[in-house]
């Protein structure tokens, strides 16, 4: 596409077409997933409204709600993060993230059943980890008129400079999307790199499965939760603060949890990044204890 004209997303619709199994009509673009939540709370939530919001999670979805008035309930997960099954009536959106940004577990498609059938609010499924994981709920918007998944191409695709995310939603919600969203929010370029990258799935694939590795190798090093994410999470003895405080001084960055409404400050989540990235984080976090890669 010419540098003078606007941006055409048709062809970058057309290949999320073919990678989810869904039709052009089911989906919508926006730059980045946080564009996707920002316009969906837009649509959906306004001042006095209520969003269920299961913690520790992203924190963006408290902050969209409160952007638009409305007001984030914040409902601690069980052990193992799981999260309650059932939504209280008031409820107008529920916010569920799988693989959950920070603590790295899925929400089983019971579960996501359960969920969607408890409301009739509009639930919003954050899947932009959804390529690292075991299995994927997409399907599910084929069965419930009320549910939204969310996707990013910033993650599995190494493309988050170039914010490109997308969703999948019944037809009557994508409709009332489009209406409202920004138009032309995402470059020419930002485009073109989604087709090129979504025509090749392989090289995905094998960088996923890379990164996996990774993860478990520094897994097992030190003792994070079990995670399908591209990260780990992880307890600390210390406050989580000075932990990551001290890493930064080594020139190694990680996220403390302690941000997160939930987590406490007792909480790591660490990035996998190369095995030389990786190597460096373990040497410095326990010293004398990592398995080395060839």
């Known amino acids: 596409m010419p540098p003078n004209r606007y941006p055409d997303s048709r062809p970058f619709l057309e290949a999320l077409s073919s990678y989810t199994g869904y039709p052009k009509e089911s989906i919508v673009v926006g730059a980045g997933m946080d564009e996707i939540i920002i316009t969906l709370v837009r649509l959906f939530l306004g001042p006095g409204d209520k969003a269920l919001i299961p913690v520790p999670t ?125 138009l032309f929010s995402i470059s020419s370029l930002s485009l073109a790199a989604g087709v090129a990258a979504l025509q090749d799935l392989e090289y995905m694939k094998e960088s996923v499965g890379k990164i996996i590795g990774e993860r478990e190798r520094m897994r097992r090093v030190i003792g994070a939760y079990p995670s399908e994410g591209n990260f780990l999470y992880l307890q600390t003895v210390e406050r989580s603060s000075l932990v990551a405080e001290r890493l930064l001084g080594q020139g190694i960055m990680v996220r403390d949890c302690s941000i997160f409404p939930g987590a406490g400050d007792h909480c790591l989540r660490v990035s996998v990044g190369t095995p030389e990235q990786n190597n460096r984080f373990l040497d410095a976090y326990a010293p004398g204890r990592r398995d080395r890669k060839s």
């Open 58 to 182: 992203y924190n963006l979805y408290g902050l969209a709600a409160r952007l638009c008035g409305a007001r984030p309930v914040y409902r601690p997960r069980l052990p193992c993060f799981e999260v309650e099954l059932n939504v209280p009536e008031e409820i107008k959106m529920t916010f569920l993230c799988t693989p959950n940004n920070p603590t790295g577990n899925s929400l089983s498609e019971e579960s996501a059943r359960a969920l969607a059938e408890s409301t009739k609010g509009i639930v919003f499924l954050d899947e932009a980890y959804a390529e690292f994981a075991k299995k994927d709920l997409l399907k599910l918007v084929r069965d419930y008129d009320n549910l939204v998944v969310g996707r990013t191409l910033s993650k599995a695709f190494s493309l988050a400079g170039l914010r490109l995310g997308y969703a999948v939603a019944p037809e009557w919600i994508a409709e009332q999307y489009r209406r409202i969203a920004p």
